[in-house]
């Protein structure tokens, strides 16, 4: 059984994504931790009937055992972008002292002093060259080895030719890890906002150009965005070759095609998405900055990060073709696990007691608390480990509720129409019974919007396709305009050809908005994903929905979520936020607090990892039976008795069965036949 287990514990790729301050370092250092199973100790309960706990105890059984256990090698996405800049300054230049400046020429490219658009870059009068200079001129280990080894024209081929390379295993893994570490801390120290602003724009500028230097993005090619995931590949293949067993964590990405990236290159690839509440992401951002900054000028540092985030959270670029670009939103969406903890709400006593930090916000941690009080399994530790043994042992416990009901409301989006972005939903009684199945698409007897073509309206084919609205034969524009002619104009100079066979729809809301100079969500085809479910038991005659819960792939919008509140929902399951002030506004206004739904963000598997991870490879019972040879021995004399109730025969079977030659007998008899 070892060998047949050997692929799923001796190599697992894991890609942490998340927000800034959710807690992907956090996962990353547990999972790193060789000490991880020292933790699970205090979270045993032996006498319990409890299934959720009984489950918590199958799994914790099992990574305490010797040879289940394996702490992951971190790889920081952060310190392959300073290889990388390293790398390239090294190459470009013939000393030490040349390389050193070109280092900080490309650490200041964007920084200005007389652009307020750029003040949050390093600026080259800022003092920050200085003390970058000072650091590397008495930093030993960065630039011997690299001058000396990777003196290919890329670094992709260099990394090629070190795949088994002791060598470099020791150089980085050690050494540059090292003076990545220092350097960092040193960037933090000068303004923890130019540091992440500075990692942001090199990972930008690799994936766009290929380069850490920065260019006229217009030149971006499609043929460079896997540079990072590239060298994180020869990374992890050199560990590998270096190393009995290959556990690798990635802290942590952000663009979903090098997220896609990995999927596509390891079957042994799984994403872990990191959430805490809004409340509690900025605390923790607040904590890391205490005693670095000024406590003024530590809040214009939080805001400029939150800033910052929020920018490569939703991805707008990315959206818009500018596929270098970091979206995490997207991310998040195609992650396979997701984690929610809280450390505030698990020890709130102390976090009120001890924390210097947290003593000067009561009233902060009172809201916080507030929040997400509902939530009853909002430890780290307890996730971490049963995504590890489901890894290693697939199907060693059975799925949540809420991922049973999580995973019908995943594959129900499949079914969705919609252009823009599939969202399913599931609504179910109080003990978790789906009694509903819905996802955004239009209302019945319309064409769904990925089936109609721009192509076809415009030229008049398939009219029964389209609105009179949109044929315009009835209404029209403040100028006198109809969508026809307007959508028409829009398509003049459009070559069908770009499109390689695609078919060529069009999103009417997206069109209708920017004819009307508007951002009205009113106006889309389409039904929400979590009001065609609660729609559907309506038409088809079924239950109430009171005390009842909503499981959505998204998260429900305003609209949705007075529905929701409306039909007595007690609690809605998301995956990812979505745009809006619903919980503000809607969810959280209420009369009397205790009728407020709760939202909760999704813990647990979902999608094909789901099935990766519930699947067992044989069942648990006949598993059993092999490994320790488990299963009831044959009582021969019962046996003979149900076949004759004669004793006489039945003494005469018995001799014959323990005959050594009786089957041998048996076997020619049957030949002879």
């Known amino acids: 059984m070892k060998k047949l287990y050997s692929l799923r514990k001796d190599f697992t790729i894991i890609g942490i994504t998340g927000k800034i301050g959710a807690g992907c370092s956090e996962v990353a250092k547990l999972l790193s931790s060789e000490n991880f199973t020292n933790s699970l100790e205090s979270l045993l309960v032996e006498k319990t009937s409890n299934t959720d706990q009984l489950k918590l105890n199958v799994c914790i059984n099992y990574l305490k055992h010797e040879d289940n256990w394996r702490s992951f090698k971190i790889i920081d996405y952060k310190n392959v972008l300073l290889f990388h800049l390293f790398y390239e300054a090294i190459h470009k230049t013939k000393t030490k002292e040349e390389s050193i400046e070109e280092i900080i020429k490309i650490i200041h490219q964007n920084g200005t002093s007389h652009k307020i658009d750029f003040k949050n870059r390093f600026d080259i009068n800022d003092g920050s060259a200085e003390k970058i200079r000072d650091f590397l001129e008495k930093e030993p280990d960065w630039y011997d080895y690299q001058n000396e080894s990777l003196t290919c024209d890329s670094l992709f081929e260099c990394l090629k030719d070190k795949k088994s390379c002791k060598k470099f295993h020791s150089y980085f893994f050690n050494k540059f890890e090292n003076t990545a570490s220092e350097f960092y801390s040193l960037l933090n120290k000068i303004d923890v906002t130019k540091r992440t602003r500075l990692t942001h724009d090199l990972a930008n500028n690799l994936r766009a150009f290929g380069s850490v230097d920065s260019n006229d993005f217009s030149n971006a090619k499609m043929e460079n965005i896997y540079t990072i995931a590239e060298t994180i590949n020869r990374l992890i293949k050199n560990w590998k070759s270096n190393n009995e067993y290959t556990k690798i964590v990635i802290d942590s990405l952000k663009n979903s095609l ?70 995490i939103e997207n991310c998040i969406q195609k992650s396979d696990y997701h984690i929610f903890y809280s450390k505030l709400i698990l020890g709130k006593a ?19 608390i507030n929040e997400i009080e509902n939530y009853d399994k909002l430890s780290l530790i ?54 509903s199945v819905g996802w955004n698409d239009i209302p019945r007897f319309q064409v769904p919007c990925n089936l109609r073509s721009a192509n076809d309206l415009i030229n008049g084919k398939n009219s029964d396709h389209f609105s009179d609205f949109e044929k315009g034969e009835d209404g029209a524009y403040a100028d006198n305009e109809t969508f026809k002619t ?15 066979g695609r078919h060529c729809s069009f999103c009417f809301k997206t069109y209708h908005n920017a004819f009307e100079g508007e951002k009205n969500q009113v106006h889309t085809r389409s039904l929400h994903a979590e009001e065609n479910a609660m729609l559907q038991i309506s038409k088809y005659g079924g239950q109430g929905l009171k005390n009842g819960n909503l499981f959505t792939t998204a998260s429900p919008c305003e609209l949705c979520s007075k529905k929701a509140f409306q039909l007595g929902i007690n609690n809605i399951f ?42 067992p490879f044989i069942s648990n019972k006949d598993e059993l039976a092999i490994r320790a040879n488990i299963k009831p021995k044959e009582n021969i004399k019962l046996k003979i008795k149900s076949i004759t109730k004669d004793e ?20 020619k008899i049957k030949d002879e036949k």
Do not use: W
């Open 258 to 327: 090098e997220l896609m990236y990995f999927k596509e290159k390891y079957s042994a690839f799984y994403t872990i998405s990191t959430n805490k509440s809004e409340l509690e992401r900025k605390f923790y951002l607040r904590s890391k900055l205490q005693g670095i900054y000024f406590d003024d000028y530590k809040e214009s540092i939080l805001t400029d990060m939150l800033v910052l985030n929020d920018a490569e959270y939703k991805g707008g670029e990315v959206n818009k073709g500018e596929f270098y670009s970091p979206d």
């Open 350 to 368: 102390e976090a009120k007691g001890k924390n210097q930090v947290l003593d000067k916000q009561n009233e902060n941690i009172d809201k916080i």
């Open 382 to 435: 307890p996730q971490v480990a049963k995504l590890i043994a489901l890894i290693h042992q697939p199907g060693i416990i059975t799925p949540t509720a809420f991922e049973r009901s999580m995973q019908v409301a995943f594959n129900a989006k499949a079914n969705s129409g919609c252009i823009s972005r599939q969202v399913g939903a599931v609504v179910t009684d109080e003990s978790y019974s789906i009694k």
């Open 486 to 500: 307007k959508i028409t104009k829009e398509f003049d100079d459009f070559d069908v050809n770009n499109l390689g």
């Open 574 to 615: 998301y995956i990812d936020p979505y745009p809006g002030i619903a919980t503000k506004h809607i969810l959280k206004n209420s009369k009397k607090i205790e009728m407020r739904p709760n939202l909760f963000m999704f813990q647990g598997a979902v999608g094909k990892t789901f099935h990766k991870l519930y699947d």
């Open 648 to 667: 006489e025969e039945g003494e005469l079977i018995l001799k014959l069965m323990k005959d050594p030659d009786f089957k041998e007998k048996i076997m």
